[in-house]
């Protein structure tokens, strides 16, 4: 069937396409490209493409076209130069001539074959396992540059024992020596290649990317590198297509599905294959205008597209790793001084210069070209499509010709060396005879770059990143753009020119972004909602005080307990000093209380002390009545003890003369309660014995009373005093100076304590209410100790629920409430009576208020 398609394929050139109706002669072939020497170095090369092409995308209209591959035929132009360096070098191979037999293999496995038989038996008689060759000079055989026609060829080879030395990409494949014993890879591994492509991605922050590979040993080690390496820098894969490699055409089968590309949201796609690979997957993909991405690429590509979209092209802006070499000196030169008359075996030169430069033959021989353009040569071909710069597979082709060469090299020295009278044509060899000095080939070629052969010793590729540049279309130019080596520091393998990368169309902001999520901003954390990829997040706000001054970070940091986060959380500010200072609206406030009643609890002693003679005055003993308008003249005072910058002696004194001075006040009340009940209950009119009791009883409870809380403070001192704490929680930017109580059971043992007495204050002036109500404080002191207990239950909620210095303040507050509400309800309406009836404080004012009462 293939046969026959070759036999009557239309083969047309227009781009570079060839049509076997331009003449005879562009029809006429020869099995190989051959030019004699001593020794011949034979070459098996997929020199022309099958390209299927179907520009209206009808399947029943679809026509097949043979296209020469340019890249593939520098190849030959490199072989054919290495051994003419080698002919002309007086140091390798003297009086030795190497001559070359290349062959142009097609697409299956059948014709690959047909062409290594016909290599082998000869090109008249096709005989397999016999010669018809005079002699065979052939001493090892270069094939690429995919590693299937490597495989069918070694496969054969291996009966013969011919070395084999294959120029494409490395390849896990042929690394069998089981199966490929006598086979030599001139590549340098790829062991690297997905380091430096996370390494561009890391570059441009591109986390989401798409994976397109061929379906083989190679594409299926590469994704499984790829997404281990990218696992570790956090990059994610949106998809991943694993197309069928045709074994009949070496190309993508037609089962690409450019809808998962196009709406896919990853704008970078990272393909993996050779190069008859991406040509395949480019033709079948040309239909289609992908406009937005980002295309990277291991290998180059030389290719015409036809797309059916004018300007924009789907690769323009792609980004092309290729293995790193030095230029070779005199290259470029022979490429632009090469012409079909220097090289009349090259019938492929031949056919070059007949569609490049218009010419026609001669004669019927089709060797001889007349009427061509004057001065051509292939440099300045149309469109410059002939690239001059040695290609990666050029360049391996150029070192396994010098590691053939060196081999023979050593391999006649040593006949010398062992049979020294030998003539020199007496020196032949069976090609088998060279793998000894091929295994452990090390040599240095002209360009100053180590060679080896031994897969062991062999090292890791360093790679150009080329810039492919179509727009307008047809420009196709490859730009290198940067460098990546495993060998340098870990923050220098990749050097980049990023001003020189021309992106692809449609892309609107530089560099491209390819993201899942767009970067979480200083100030938030990437959340990942359940079932996500590590790439694809939400951005939660930091907790309160946690920051984060990065983008994308995981984890909040907690600000330091001296430090505040800011509003936006993305810094941690020092927290200011703070304490209930004078200055404070709340510290005035209070100093402005506790002065206001200390003041009119002195103006009350001082009205009580001029009208200290007075019933109303000595009623309910009268020095317990100066002791407690003292005492709570101090309680006012105390409340300064809270305000202010706390100090040693001030946290102290704070808690422990609050309780003394509150209990004094309190056992105060309770022994004029008591005195109100002796009076009235207990105490009857004529015996002075109990008269004298209720004299004297009330002057106990004061002392007894407050020498038990005098106890218990000075245990709490003792044990855990109060010191100066700091509150760094409290309040969001503020650092709080307060005073610590040091023992909370002992501060709390004192309040109960006070709760106590208040609380029996509270029941026996209860008690005493409904007693005669003449001069008698029983009801006045019952609402007194009902405001005192209201004011200090309240208390302990409120204390418990605040923080910082509002917590100090309610303190001060309630000693202020409790305080004012002893003096209010107990002396505001003796201070009435005084100030406002004085006919009621007298004697006389008492009887004509009984005499009314009696008359009522």
């Given at each position: 069937?293939?046969?026959?398609?070759?036999?009557?394929?239309?083969?047309r050139y227009s781009?570079?396409?060839?049509?076997?109706d331009?003449?005879?002669?562009?029809?006429?072939?020869?099995?190989s490209?051959?030019?004699?020497g001593?020794m011949v170095?034979?070459?098996?090369?997929?020199l022309?493409t099958?390209?299927?092409?179907?520009?209206?995308?009808?399947?029943?209209?679809e026509?097949?076209y043979?296209?020469?591959?340019l890249?593939?035929y520098q190849i030959v132009?490199a072989?054919?130069?290495a051994?003419e360096?080698i002919n002309s070098?007086?140091?390798l191979?003297?009086?030795v001539s190497?001559g070359y037999?290349i062959y142009?293999?097609?697409f299956?496995?059948?014709?690959?074959l047909d062409?290594?038989?016909?290599?082998?038996s000869?090109p008249?008689k096709y005989?397999?396992?016999?010669?018809?060759?005079r002699e065979m000079k052939?001493v090892a055989?270069?094939?690429g540059?995919s590693?299937?026609?490597?495989?069918?060829i070694?496969?054969?080879?291996?009966?013969?024992?011919?070395?084999q030395l294959?120029?494409g990409?490395f390849?896990?494949?042929?690394?069998?020596?089981?199966?490929?014993?006598?086979?030599?890879?001139?590549?340098s591994k790829?062991?690297?290649?997905?380091?430096?492509?996370v390494s561009?991605?890391?570059?441009f922050?591109w986390?989401?990317?798409g994976?397109?590979?061929?379906?083989?040993?190679k594409?299926?080690?590469?994704i499984?590198d790829l997404?281990a390496?990218?696992?570790?820098n956090?990059?994610c894969?949106?998809?991943?297509e694993?197309i069928?490699?045709?074994?009949l055409?070496?190309?993508?089968?037609?089962?690409?599905?450019p809808?998962?590309?196009?709406?896919s949201?990853?704008?970078?796609i990272?393909?993996?294959g050779?190069?008859?690979?991406?040509?395949?997957?480019?033709?079948y993909?040309r239909?289609?205008?992908v406009t937005s991405?980002?295309?990277?690429?291991?290998?180059?590509?030389?290719?015409?597209?036809?797309?059916?979209?004018?300007?924009?092209q789907s690769?323009?802006?792609?980004?092309?790793?290729?293995?790193?070499?030095k230029e070779?000196?005199?290259?470029r030169?022979f490429?632009?001084t090469?012409?079909?008359?220097?090289?009349?075996?090259d019938?492929y030169?031949?056919?070059?210069?007949?569609?490049?430069y218009n010419?026609?033959?001669?004669?019927d021989d089709?060797?001889?070209l007349?009427?061509?353009l004057?001065?051509?040569?292939?440099?300045?071909?149309p469109?410059?499509?002939?690239?001059?710069?040695?290609?990666?597979?050029?360049?391996?082709?150029?070192?396994?010709?010098?590691a053939?060469?060196?081999?023979?090299?050593?391999?006649?020295?040593?006949?010398v060396?062992?049979?020294?009278?030998?003539k020199?044509?007496?020196?032949m060899?069976?090609?088998?005879?060279?793998h000894?000095?091929?295994?452990?080939?090390?040599?240095?070629n002209?360009a100053?770059e180590?060679v080896?052969?031994?897969?062991?010793?062999?090292?890791?590729?360093?790679?150009?990143?080329?810039?492919?540049?179509?727009f307008?279309?047809?420009?196709?130019?490859?730009?290198k753009?940067?460098?990546?080596?495993?060998?340098g520091?870990?923050?220098?393998?990749?050097s980049?020119?990023?001003?020189m990368?021309?992106?692809?169309?449609g892309?609107?902001?530089?560099?491209?972004?390819s993201v899942?999520?767009e970067?979480?901003?200083?100030?938030?954390r990437?959340?990942l909602?359940?079932?996500?990829?590590?790439?694809?997040?939400?951005?939660?706000?930091?907790?309160e005080?946690?920051?984060?001054?990065e983008?994308?970070v995981?984890?909040?940091?907690k600000?330091?307990?001296h430090?505040?986060?800011?509003?936006?959380?993305n810094?941690?500010l020092?927290?200011?000093?703070?304490f209930?200072d004078?200055?404070?609206?709340?510290?005035?406030?209070l100093?402005?209380?506790?002065l206001?009643?200390s003041?009119?609890?002195?103006?009350v002693?001082?009205?009580f002390l001029?009208?200290?003679?007075?019933?109303?005055?000595?009623?309910n003993?009268?020095t317990l009545?100066?002791?407690?308008l003292i005492?709570?003249?101090f309680?006012f005072?105390?409340?300064?003890l809270?305000?202010?910058?706390?100090n040693p002696?001030?946290c102290?004194?704070?808690?422990?003369?609050f309780?003394?001075?509150?209990?004094?006040?309190?056992?105060?009340?309770?022994?004029?309660?008591?005195?109100?009940?002796?009076?009235?209950?207990?105490?009857a009119?004529?015996?002075?014995?109990?008269?004298?009791?209720?004299r004297?009883a009330p002057n106990?409870?004061v002392p007894?009373?407050?020498?038990?809380q005098?106890t218990?403070?000075g245990?709490?001192?003792?044990?855990?005093?109060?010191f100066?704490d700091t509150d760094a929680?409290s309040?969001h930017?503020?650092?709080?100076?307060?005073?610590n109580?040091?023992?909370?059971?002992?501060?709390?043992c004192?309040l109960?304590?006070l709760?106590?007495?208040?609380?029996?204050s509270?029941?026996v002036?209860?008690?005493?209410?409904?007693l005669?109500?003449t001069?008698?404080?029983a009801?006045?002191l019952?609402?007194?100790?009902?405001?005192?207990?209201?004011v200090w239950?309240?208390?302990?909620?409120?204390?418990?629920?605040?923080?910082?210095k509002?917590?100090?303040?309610?303190?001060v507050?309630?000693?202020?409430a409790?305080?004012a509400?002893?003096?209010?309800?107990i002396?505001?309406?003796?201070?009435?009576?005084i100030l406002l009836?004085?006919e009621r404080?007298?004697?006389?004012?008492?009887?004509?208020?009984?005499?009314?009462?009696?008359?009522?």
């Amino acid at each position: 069937m293939m046969l026959l398609l070759f036999m009557f394929l239309v083969l047309r050139y227009s781009s570079y396409v060839y049509s076997f109706d331009r003449s005879y002669c562009a029809a006429k072939t020869r099995p190989s490209v051959y030019k004699d020497g001593d020794m011949v170095v034979a070459a098996f090369f997929p020199l022309f493409t099958i390209v299927l092409d179907s520009v209206t995308g009808d399947p029943s209209n679809e026509a097949y076209y043979l296209q020469l591959n340019l890249k593939n035929y520098q190849i030959v132009l490199a072989m054919v130069f290495a051994i003419e360096e080698i002919n002309s070098n007086p140091h390798l191979l003297p009086n030795v001539s190497l001559g070359y037999d290349i062959y142009n293999v097609l697409f299956n496995e059948w014709w690959t074959l047909d062409r290594c038989i016909t290599w082998l038996s000869g090109p008249k008689k096709y005989i397999p396992n016999y010669t018809c060759r005079r002699e065979m000079k052939s001493v090892a055989v270069l094939t690429g540059v995919s590693w299937i026609i490597s495989a069918h060829i070694g496969t054969l080879l291996e009966l013969y024992k011919y070395p084999q030395l294959t120029i494409g990409s490395f390849d896990p494949n042929l690394n069998d020596h089981d199966q490929f014993p006598d086979l030599y890879q001139m590549a340098s591994k790829d062991m690297s290649l997905p380091y430096g492509i996370v390494s561009l991605l890391k570059y441009f922050h591109w986390n989401w990317v798409g994976l397109i590979v061929s379906e083989e040993q190679k594409g299926v080690q590469i994704i499984s590198d790829l997404k281990a390496e990218m696992d570790k820098n956090r990059i994610c894969v949106d998809f991943v297509e694993m197309i069928p490699v045709s074994k009949l055409s070496f190309l993508a089968n037609r089962q690409l599905n450019p809808t998962r590309v196009l709406k896919s949201s990853a704008n970078v796609i990272i393909t993996y294959g050779d190069s008859d690979f991406l040509r395949g997957f480019l033709f079948y993909l040309r239909q289609t205008l992908v406009t937005s991405k980002v295309w990277i690429m291991n290998s180059e590509w030389d290719v015409i597209l036809h797309s059916k979209h004018f300007i924009l092209q789907s690769f323009h802006g792609s980004l092309i790793f290729s293995h790193h070499h030095k230029e070779i000196s005199g290259f470029r030169n022979f490429i632009q001084t090469v012409h079909p008359s220097k090289y009349p075996e090259d019938f492929y030169l031949t056919k070059l210069w007949f569609y490049f430069y218009n010419c026609s033959f001669a004669d019927d021989d089709c060797n001889t070209l007349e009427n061509c353009l004057p001065n051509a040569s292939l440099h300045q071909s149309p469109g410059n499509r002939f690239d001059t710069v040695m290609t990666e597979y050029s360049y391996n082709t150029y070192n396994a010709v010098y590691a053939v060469a060196h081999s023979l090299h050593e391999m006649l020295l040593h006949q010398v060396e062992v049979k020294p009278t030998r003539k020199a044509e007496e020196m032949m060899f069976l090609a088998w005879q060279l793998h000894p000095f091929l295994k452990n080939m090390q040599f240095t070629n002209p360009a100053g770059e180590q060679v080896n052969l031994d897969e062991k010793m062999k090292l890791n590729a360093e790679y150009d990143i080329l810039n492919y540049w179509n727009f307008p279309e047809g420009l196709g130019l490859k730009v290198k753009v940067g460098k990546f080596s495993p060998y340098g520091p870990l923050d220098q393998q990749l050097s980049l020119s990023e001003d020189m990368i021309e992106w692809a169309t449609g892309i609107t902001e530089t560099p491209p972004t390819s993201v899942c999520s767009e970067s979480c901003t200083p100030g938030f954390r990437k959340s990942l909602p359940e079932g996500n990829v590590a790439c694809c997040f939400d951005c939660t706000p930091c907790p309160e005080n946690e920051i984060s001054n990065e983008t994308d970070v995981d984890q909040c940091v907690k600000c330091l307990d001296h430090q505040y986060a800011n509003t936006e959380r993305n810094r941690c500010l020092q927290k200011s000093t703070t304490f209930l200072d004078y200055d404070d609206p709340m510290g005035i406030g209070l100093s402005c209380l506790a002065l206001y009643f200390s003041a009119l609890s002195v103006l009350v002693l001082g009205i009580f002390l001029k009208q200290r003679d007075t019933p109303i005055v000595k009623a309910n003993n009268r020095t317990l009545s100066y002791i407690l308008l003292i005492t709570l003249n101090f309680c006012f005072l105390c409340c300064f003890l809270f305000i202010g910058h706390p100090n040693p002696a001030a946290c102290i004194l704070q808690q422990t003369t609050f309780g003394v001075l509150f209990t004094v006040a309190v056992s105060t009340v309770l022994a004029k309660t008591v005195t109100v009940v002796l009076a009235y209950k207990v105490t009857a009119p004529g015996r002075r014995i109990r008269w004298m009791l209720v004299r004297r009883a009330p002057n106990f409870i004061v002392p007894i009373c407050t020498l038990i809380q005098i106890t218990l403070c000075g245990i709490w001192l003792g044990k855990s005093p109060p010191f100066i704490d700091t509150d760094a929680y409290s309040e969001h930017e503020h650092i709080i100076i307060m005073c610590n109580k040091g023992s909370v059971t002992a501060f709390y043992c004192v309040l109960g304590y006070l709760g106590a007495l208040a609380l029996g204050s509270f029941t026996v002036a209860f008690l005493a209410r409904n007693l005669p109500d003449t001069f008698n404080e029983a009801k006045f002191l019952t609402f007194s100790m009902l405001v005192f207990c209201s004011v200090w239950v309240t208390f302990l909620p409120v204390y418990h629920s605040t923080k910082g210095k509002v917590m100090v303040a309610v303190e001060v507050f309630s000693i202020l409430a409790s305080s004012a509400g002893l003096l209010g309800c107990i002396f505001a309406p003796k201070c009435y009576i005084i100030l406002l009836r004085p006919e009621r404080n007298s004697i006389q004012g008492l009887r004509n208020k009984i005499h009314y009462r009696y008359k009522a």
